[in-house]
């Protein structure tokens, strides 16, 4: 299969704040402030990057924009203790609807920059985006928030494109987004859709079979039903722009056809997809 263009946008999260008090030349993330009694001495906000949070086995790569808080004890300030730190940022999460993933001190998380200290991971989702935090409290003088938002993928690909990878390999693999458990298309895959037709146009002897697929997460039966229902969708909005429906056809295959490992959240992201095969 030829390689498909990625570029992600970033979908910020207005999750209320929580906690307080600073006054250094930093500024707290919009998501939380600090504990009172403490400063930023540290701060790092990058537009794009990749995070390993622990999840209580293993660990769960999270990519999006990254912000980053380093908080000192103030001189004469009263000590807190690491887990009322933790604890802390926990009330604060579910506070917002989130959950807390894990709390404790891992010792065999290699795969976690901070494995072996005390640390609180939480994820909230809200309106369909997720953000993930950790705290890890260093014996109750200094603590690290890291907060990502994970960013939503958006797949760039013209209808030449997608010409050339159908009479090539047969298939390709889109990437549409769906709102969460249902079939309803999200408007920012709607340039996809806008592709798909105008490939067809240019093409009228080209007949094409939408497949809808899933990652391994709920049931063998709900993730077919799910995907019969998406593979439709994406038929019903292509006919709509004028498509003779003739040159289409629509199957659901669930979690059936991997093509990543599902173990891993890259590869159920990879494995939540919808191809088109020529017919």
Known sequence: MRN?????????????????????????????????????????????????FFNGKDCTRVEGKKLKRTYALKEEAQKSSVIQISRNYANAVRDMGGAVIFEGAPQDAECADNNGLQMMVGKVVKDGNEMWVEVVSLAGDDYYLTIVLKESMKQDVTASDMFKALNQEGHIALYINFDTGKSAIKPESK?????????????????????????NVGSREANKKLSDERAKSVLTAIAAQGIDVKRLTSAGYGQDKPIADNNTEEGRTKNRRVELVKE
């Open 191 to 215: 340039p996809i859709i806008e592709q798909i037709v105008q490939m067809m146009k240019e093409n009228p002897a080209l007949a094409v079979r939408v497949e809808g697929h899933t990652d």
């Open 4 to 52: 498909i263009i990625i570029i992600c946008i970033v979908g910020l999260i207005l999750f209320p704040t929580a906690t307080g008090a600073q006054d250094s030349e930093y500024k707290d993330t919009p998501y939380f402030s600090g504990m009172p009694g403490f400063t930023i001495y540290d701060a790092e906000d990058i537009e794009f990057d990749g995070y390993n």
